[in-house]
């Protein structure tokens, strides 16, 4: 049954609320910290918000920016680039690497970060990071509307040809995603979420139970 007191809008009338909701219902969602390098050989470091993983074989993530950022210019000229896990650890030093700098300056450095090689690829890894994906672009697409119309906003694509993961995360040759403590964007203005083990539950599939 609908819920009698509900706040509905039209979205293309507006909300109707002081914020639009849409990032803090979507939510939380993981973090695209995203490493590049432009054809001049500057590396470039940003983190989006629209952000996940799209298949397993191959393995195919993405992310969205919304205006032609640095990042998706480095990846469409280069074809490459590197995902790097954002961390509790490492919140205030991903958040200064969002900042709006010249695209000759290097955000690694505005971070206080390193930047380490990549074994497969150009662009460098976040040393201080993790998990590390290194990625090879699929498809760069343009978004567009209902009525076809194009949307200022580009979907990156790019398959992981080669990972890096802290053997700390891996318990019994399982990934621990709560000892990470992964940083989320969670909608509002300026809110993230951590998971962290006691936040952690177990559910089995029906098609998995025996």
């Known amino acids: 049954m609908a819920r009698h007191d509900a706040h509905y809008y039209v979205t293309a009338e507006g909300t109707g609320l002081p914020h639009d909701p849409l990032n803090a219902i979507v939510g939380p969602r ?22 996940n993983a799209f298949n397993y074989r191959p393995a195919i993530i993405g992310f969205a920016s919304i205006g032609w950022k640095d990042s998706v210019a480095n990846v469409e000229a280069t074809g490459e680039f590197v995902w790097n896990l954002a961390t509790a650890s490492l919140a205030r030093q991903m958040n200064e690497t969002s900042a709006s700098i010249p695209p000759d300056r290097d955000e690694f450095t505005v971070g206080g970060l390193t930047a380490v ?18 990625c090879r672009l699929t498809q760069l697409i343009q978004l567009e509307d209902v009525d076809g119309q194009d949307v200022p906003t580009w979907l990156v694509l790019g398959q992981v040809v080669a990972a890096h993961i802290d053997r700390d995360l891996l318990v019994d040759g399982v990934y621990d995603t709560a000892k990470a403590r992964p940083i989320l964007r969670a909608g509002g203005p300026a809110a993230y979420a951590e998971i962290s083990p006691e936040v952690m539950f177990d559910m089995v599939r029906p098609d998995d139970r025996g």
């Not at 995203?34 to 989006?48: E, H, K, Q, R």
């Not at 074994?119 to 290194?134: G, K």
């Open 30 to 51: 993981p973090i695209g910290w995203i490493s590049s390098v432009s054809t001049d050989g500057v590396f470039n470091l940003a983190p989006y918000s629209f952000f």
């Open 117 to 134: 090689p990549s074994s497969t690829i150009t662009p460098p890894r976040v040393l201080e990071s993790p998990v590390n994906f290194e």
